[in-house]
């Protein structure tokens, strides 16, 4: 009587079993296609390998890292998406408010001419309401050419948004872009104030515009322009410019 387990039958049975084991799977069998394929992969021998390390010739490549090159060849580094590609922002946008504040304090110039004479006590003993209209003429302006202010038909060629500002950031910022307009012989700009709980750069805004001389006019602007959260201002014409 044998002593194993098996019968010589079932011996046959697995010597078989192991035949094709060591095979690999049959890729002509119906789900062949699906099974991974028997052929080992093919990687560079070693002499390859250093025979890429001398033409790289760095002297920190050792036979650690040769070995690791063996195993990575033929791995393709897979895209992380977690990591922002650096973007180019070449959108020319207007200058904030804090821009405004930096060029005026560097230049020191007319900007400092225009805000030297503004009376903060002044603007703040006359507060608006957050969703007031504001409205202000000089006598000599024509009613015509304030009512083509209010209709928002006159063109406005810059803007600065003080939301956040402090009140000296904000005085500095609105009367760099006004001295700003007066250089570029522009006659209407916007500030955007907002308009907040207290409105206290809106009222701040109201009160220094009416006591600039350059100021011919100013209002809320059109709801497409900010409505009651900005105001439109129309200035003089400087001396030469061309009609």
Same mark, same amino acid.
């Given at each position: 009587? #044998?002593?194993?387990?098996? #019968? ?17 799977? !049959?890729?002509?069998?119906? @789900? ?6 028997? @052929? +080992? %992969?093919? =990687?560079?021998?070693?002499?390859? &390998? ?8 760095? @002297?920190?490549?050792? !036979? !650690?890292?040769? $070995? ?5 060849? *033929? %791995?393709?580094? $897979? ?38 004479? $503004? ?5 703040? =003993? ?8 504001? #409205?202000?003429?000089?006598?000599? =302006? ?6 083509? =202010? ?9 803007? &600065?948004?003080?939301? *956040? ?23 209407? %700009?916007?500030? /955007? ?19 600039? +001389?350059? /100021? ?8 497409? !322009? *900010? ?17």
């Amino acid at each position: 009587m #044998s002593n194993s387990l098996f #019968s010589k039958e079932m011996q046959d049975q697995l010597k078989e079993l192991k035949g094709q084991l060591s095979k690999g799977r !049959d890729t002509n069998s119906p @789900e062949g296609e699906n099974q991974k394929p028997t @052929e +080992p %992969v093919s =990687l560079p021998t070693q002499k390859q &390998v250093k025979k890429t390390v001398k033409q790289l010739d760095s @002297e920190h490549i050792d !036979d !650690d890292k040769v $070995l690791f090159m063996q195993a990575m060849h *033929g %791995v393709t580094q $897979l895209e992380d998406k977690n990591v922002r590609s650096p973007v180019t922002n070449t959108r020319a946008g207007k200058p904030d408010a804090t821009t405004l504040s930096k060029r005026a304090a560097a230049q020191g110039s007319e900007s400092g001419d225009l805000s030297a004479g $503004l009376s903060d006590m002044q603007a703040l =003993l006359n507060p608006v309401a957050s969703e007031a209209y504001l #409205s202000y003429k000089q006598p000599t =302006l024509q009613n015509k050419i304030f009512d083509q =202010l209010k209709k928002g038909k006159l063109r406005w060629y810059d803007a &600065v948004d003080i939301h *956040g500002c402090t009140i000296e950031e904000a005085r500095t910022a609105m009367t760099q872009l006004l001295s700003q307009a007066k250089a570029n012989n522009e006659t209407v %700009v916007k500030i /955007v104030h907002g308009k907040g709980s207290e409105a206290v750069l809106k009222t701040c805004v109201n009160g220094w515009l009416r006591q600039l +001389p350059e /100021v011919l006019a100013f209002c809320s602007a059109s709801p497409k !322009d *900010g409505g009651n959260g900005a105001v439109l201002v129309l200035l003089k014409k400087p001396k030469g410019a061309s009609e």
